[in-house]
Structure formats: C-alpha cells, structure tokens
C-alpha cells in the first residue's frame, strides 16, 4: 500500500510556481503541466486535478495458514469535483523541438464530496458518520503516515494529497496512450488566524506529605541524631511533617511551531490542619528539581473484515529535554508559596515551545525522530494526544514525586509553513519500540 509519490518524466510532468507545497482548503495551487517528447497526433487531451484519500492496512501472517490481509479506504473528492481540463485537440511536438506547457490553478476543495466518501464502505467500519449531511461538516484531514511492526502483524495507515495529470493521445490505430504525472502536495486543516496565547488551562491540585527533623527552625542543614534517624526509618509520629498542596495548571490545547512558551504553573498552598503544630509557623521552602514533560501520539486504525473490523493502535512518545535546561539556570527553582502568591510559570522559565529551535541551547525534544502531527479523526485513522508530566520537589532535603497524565488537542501550526515537507518520514516502530513505550494492541 505504498504512498502517492512525485512521478515526472519527459512525457508529462506537473511543475509548481514558486516553493510552496503546503496548502489549505479554498487555496489554489498554481503551476504547469510540461512535456519534453516528441509527439504527433489528431487530438489528444490533457486534465489535472487533486486526490486526497485515507488508506490503512494490516497484514497479520499466520505461518501455514497463509497470510491475511484487510484493507481500508476513503477517498474524499468526486472524479469531477475539481477536474480542470487544460488541453484538447491536435498536438504536435517535434524531436528537439520546443517543450510545451500547460497553465493550470487548480483549487483545494473547502469540502469533501458525500457520495464518494461513502462508496465501497460501511458504517461499522468507519470511526465518523457517512450519512451526507454528516460528511458535509467534516474538514479534510492533514498529511499523516504511520507504521508499525509486532509479532506476525504489521499495519500501515496514511493520508495524503496529490495532483495527477493525464495526457491522453489518441493514436491512428490501436488503443489511445495515456501518460500519467503525479504530485504529493500537503494539505493542512484550518487553524487560528494567529497563534494562540490561550492554552486553556486546567488546575490539577495534590497533596504533599514531607516528615524530618530538618523542618525544625535551626535544623536545617544539621545532622540528624542516631535517634532521629530511628524515628523517620519506622514512621514515628514524633517527626515533624510538614504538608502541602501543589496546585498545578497545565494546557489542554498546544500548537505546533507556536514561539509562545507553554504554559506550566505551579503554586504550593501550605496545609496546616495536616502540618505538625511545632513547625506550622515556619516558612518551609519548597523547589522543584527535576521535570520530565512529554506528548504522547496515539494512533488508531480500522480495516473491515469479513465478519467484523480489524484494528490496530499504537502509542509513541516525544519528550522535552529539560533536565540541561534546568541545570542551565545554575539556580535552585524554589515554588511560590501562599494563597496569594502568583504561581511560577516554568513552562516560561524553561522555555518550552513545540518548535524546530532550540531554546537556551538545547534540544527541545529527546526523542524527535520524525514528525508531530495534529489532532485529528477521519474515517478510518484516529490521531490523538495526551501531555504526561512528572515532577520531583524537595522540601528539608526530603523530596517526593508527582505526575499526571491529560488529555490535549494538538492543533496546526498558525497559518501556513515557512518550509514545507510533505510528511515527517516513517515512524521507526518496531519490538524494541513498544517494549520502551508499551501501549500497543492490535487485534485480529
């Protein structure tokens, strides 16, 4: 089920203006249709449109039994629905004589076409509705490809866009030849005009249990006693504890390629009714140190089968890499404290951002071997995200771990690319993969 690719060849080939590749709904793709071979004929006729499809499939080997394989697919535009014819008559091009174009500006269409979405498929067998008036409000999904190994089964699941252009020559005698050129182009769903400074902040709040004698004015940095020891070894009562509330707003809405930092506050709110009484008086301080903040991309497919759908979904992570970015401020990150106090936005201390820079010198993500993609779901590909972070903070040499896990809506970057790519490459998913990321479930 191999991808779309750039096919051009003396005999026909599509060539854009400019550099752009990436376009949006409504957009119109401009350029020329070009041959270089000689040719002479009574008519022939030449047309250019745009395809964009969704294709999945999964191959599960099943030793001598055989091999089994389940196909999905949905095209999302009519054979006529942005057809441009460009050429019909006689056409004569002699050897070395002067290459001829066509002109063309063809435009993406702001809608997918009901009927042939619906065509060779079923209902049980797509995540959307493909009743027409259903259809009618769904966008077109972005460029998307992934892939994956584990075990006896493999899948593969793809969205793409390309121009086709046709040059049919009709010949004397003998059946009419048809020359053929394509060309993937990148199509984006709509985003916000700007990009966003409103994360849509969600408030998470945790309570925090710390016990030593360090917490005792005057303690702090000294040695604990033989006995003191004893006492935090068993759990005693005896051990001062000091308690706390971190109270964390974290996005729920993040953008690819947005310079803003992201969002990541934290406050702690003392707790006195569970603070030992001797200690509740104290000013205890509180830092974060260390952070791990990863996006985890899910992806979920569906093929039909014969009695019933096959699906397979994975999961793969990306991570900031922060602990050099915190090193790097050469300062300890002590956490506001107190119902008054503002919180410390250490998505902007640390400079985390979804983008290709790298801020403060190091790499924004750990693991950035290929392509962040949108949200989305189409009919049968779901891509979705979910923001995982864990947090270490220490108070009186004592520290203790926090994490959670949320769902996100990852959103197209704002407008249209500086660079285009056509996709991020594919996704080295194999055993060693899922052992390190888990999460993959595939079912026959």
């Not at 995540?127 to 089964?153: E, K, N, R």
């Not at 060309?183 to 030593?212: A, E, K």
């Not at 993040?254 to 707790?271: D, K, M, S, Y």
């Not at 602990?323 to 250490?346: F, H, R, Y």
Request: glycine share 8%; with cysteine.
């Amino acid at each position: 089920m191999p991808r779309t690719v750039s096919k051009g060849t003396p005999f026909l080939e599509i060539l854009l203006d400019g550099e752009q590749r990436t376009y949006q709904a409504g957009n119109t793709i401009t350029g020329r249709v070009v041959r270089n071979a000689p040719v002479v004929a009574a008519r022939a006729w030449l047309a250019i449109q745009v395809h964009g499809r969704s294709k999945s499939k999964k191959t599960v080997s099943r030793g001598k039994a055989g091999t089994s394989i389940y196909r999905g697919r949905f095209n999302f535009f009519g054979p006529d629905q942005n057809r441009q014819q460009l050429f019909d008559g006689p056409i004569h091009i002699p050897p070395g004589g002067a290459v001829k174009e066509w002109p063309f500006a063809v435009t993406v269409p702001s809608r997918l076409d009901p009927s042939t979405v619906a065509t060779g498929n079923e209902q049980k067998y797509s995540y959307l509705p493909l009743g027409p008036q259903d259809v009618a409000t769904h966008s077109m999904p972005p460029v998307f490809y992934a892939s994956g190994i584990w075990m006896a089964t493999t899948y593969q699941c793809y969205v793409e866009y390309f121009l086709e252009a046709q040059l049919h020559v009709e010949a004397a005698a003998g059946p009419t030849n048809i020359d053929t050129a394509t060309l993937p182009v990148n199509i984006t769903p709509p985003s916000t005009p700007d990009m966003i400074t409103d994360f849509d902040l969600s408030r998470h709040s945790f309570l925090c249990r710390l016990s030593t004698h360090r917490f005792i004015p005057g303690l702090e940095t000294a040695g604990l006693s033989l006995q003191q020891r004893t006492q935090k070894f068993f759990g005693s009562s005896k051990v001062p504890q000091f308690a706390f509330s971190l109270q964390v707003d974290c996005p729920s809405v993040l953008q690819l390629e947005n310079p803003n930092p992201i969002p990541f506050r934290a406050l702690v709110i003392p707790n006195q009714a569970q603070t030992t009484d001797t200690i509740r008086d104290a000013l205890h301080t509180v830092t974060l140190t260390s952070m791990t903040f990863e996006i985890k991309a899910s992806t979920e497919m569906i093929c039909p089968g014969t009695l019933r759908s096959h699906t397979a979904d994975e999961t793969r992570r990306v991570g900031f890499e922060l602990e050099s970015a915190i090193a790097q401020l050469g300062a300890p990150i002590v956490l506001p404290s107190g119902e008054k106090a503002e919180p410390l936005d250490i998505g902007a201390l640390l400079q985390l951002r979804i983008t290709s820079a790298t801020p403060l010198g190091h790499r924004p993500f750990s693991s950035y071997t290929g392509q962040l993609y949108p949200s989305f779901e189409t009919y049968n590909i779901k891509h979705s995200h979910r923001l995982k972070w864990d947090l270490t903070v220490t108070a009186g040499g004592e520290s203790t771990e926090l994490s959670n896990e949320v769902d996100i809506t990852l959103l197209p970057l704002s407008g249209l690319p500086a660079s285009d790519t056509i996709d991020g490459g594919d996704w080295p998913i194999g055993k060693e993969h899922y052992e390190e990321h888990g999460n993959m479930g595939i079912e026959d």
